[in-house]
C-alpha cells in the first residue's frame, strides 16, 4: 500500500514533504529500529532537502576502513519536468560528496564534504572536513543531510518532481573491494525517494511519495 504524506506549511512559508523508505535489501542492513526520513521543503526561493538513512556498513567494508581505505558517499538531487511527448526535462542537479577515512596517527576519523562529485578538483579544494572520534559519529553525518539546497525557486515551473538519491560510490573503491559478493549483478546498495514539489509556499496538498532501497 502506497502511504501518503501531508503537506504542511512550516516558519516562513515553506512547505514539507516526509516520506518512509521500505526496509533495506541485504548488504545495506540497517540498525533495528532505525528507518530512513526524507524532508523536501519549498520556501519563496527555493526548494530544500533534508534527510536521514540507515547506514550500517559491510563487514569487509568496515575492515577497509580502519586500514585506511576511503569511502565515498553520493547525494544526488534532480529536479524534472515530467513530459507525456518525450523523456522527463531535468531542469537542476545537485551532488553532494562525503569522504570518510581513518587517520591512524591520531586515532581519528576524518569527514570532508563538498558539493561535486568525487573528481570535481576546484569544489574538493573548498570541502568542508570535521574530525570525529568514532565510526559511529562519521556515518551519523555521512547518512543525513539537513536542508540542503537543491533547486533554486526560478527553475520551478508547476508540475515537477524530485528524485533524490543517497548511495556509496564504489567506483572510488579498490578494485577487490568492487566485486564483493552481490554487487556484481545488483546496483551498489543506497536509498531512493521520489517526490512531488509542493505547488507553491504556504499551500496545502497531499501527494503519493516513493521511497526505497
Known amino acids: 500500500m502506497r502511504r501518503r504524506a501531508a503537506l504542511r506549511a ?3 512559508g515553506a512547505v514539507a514533504l516526509a516520506a518512509t523508505a521500505l526496509p533495506p535489501r541485504r548488504g545495506w542492513a540497517a540498525p533495528e529500529g532505525d528507518a530512513a526520513h526524507w524532508r523536501l521543503e519549498r520556501t519563496p526561493d527555493a526548494l530544500y532537502l533534508s534527510a536521514r538513512v540507515p ?3 559491510p563487514a569487509q567494508l568496515t575492515d577497509a576502513l ?11 538531487a534532480e529536479l524534472r519536468q515530467p513530459r507525456w511527448y518525450w523523456t522527463d526535462r531535468q531542469l537542476a542537479s545537485v ?18 564534504v563538498h558539493e561535486g562529485g568525487a573528481h ?3 569544489a574538493a579544494a573548498g570541502a568542508l572536513h570535521r574530525s570525529l572520534d568514532t565510526l559511529g559519529e562519521a556515518l551519523a553525518l ?22 533524490a538519491e543517497f548511495r556509496l560510490d564504489t567506483r572510488q573503491l579498490p578494485r577487490p573491494l568492487q566485486i564483493l559478493p552481490g554487487w556484481a549483478s545488483e546496483p ?17 496538498a497531499l501527494e503519493p511519495t516513493e521511497a526505497r532501497e
Open 142 to 163: 555521512a547518512r543525513s543531510v539537513q536542508r540542503w539546497r537543491v533547486a533554486s525557486a526560478a527553475a520551478l515551473r508547476g508540475d515537477e518532481r524530485l528524485e
Open 95 to 112: 551532488v553532494r560528496t562525503v569522504r570518510l577515512v581513518y587517520q591512524p596517527l591520531t586515532q581519528r576519523w576524518r569527514l570532508s
Open 188 to 204: 551498489p546498495p543506497g536509498w531512493h525517494a521520489v517526490f512531488k514539489v509542493p505547488a507553491a509556499p504556504g499551500a496545502e
Open 10 to 12: 512550516i516558519a516562513g
Open 66 to 76: 580502519h586500514r585506511g581505505v576511503p569511502l565515498h558517499f553520493v547525494w544526488r
Open 55 to 57: 547506514l550500517e556498513l
Open 120 to 122: 570535481d578538483a576546484a
